[in-house]
């Protein structure tokens, strides 16, 4: 039977809300089905405009993509400088 949970963690002041949580990184998370990671923020309560892309396995991608069960994922919060938002692709080059 396939692991129906996912593990979070928080960077930057993201990681703070996880500490006044008292929540451990990594968080593990019931996650039974495929959903959008848009559904992960609303689940943990976190504003979601505290939290501009997330890590799914390690790539960055936005709120509308979907988390596996099984799958690692980071919440990432805007603000992360100019040219590493593109190298992480948080945005297309032009």
């Known amino acids: 039977m396939a692991d129906k949970t996912i593990e ?5 002041f993201l990681h703070k809300v996880f500490d006044e949580r008292r929540w451990p990184q990594p968080l593990p998370v019931a996650w039974p089905e495929a959903a959008p990671a848009a559904r992960l923020v609303e689940k943990l309560k976190i504003n979601p405009r505290e939290v501009e892309a997330v890590f799914i396995n390690g790539v ?35």
Request: a positive charge; hydrophobic letters at 40%.
């Open 60 to 94: 960055a991608r936005h709120l509308e993509d979907v988390i596996n069960p099984g799958d690692r994922v980071a919440l990432v919060p805007p603000g992360t400088p100019g040219p590493y938002r593109v190298l992480l692709g948080l945005v297309k080059k032009a």
């Open 8 to 12: 979070v963690r928080a960077f930057s």
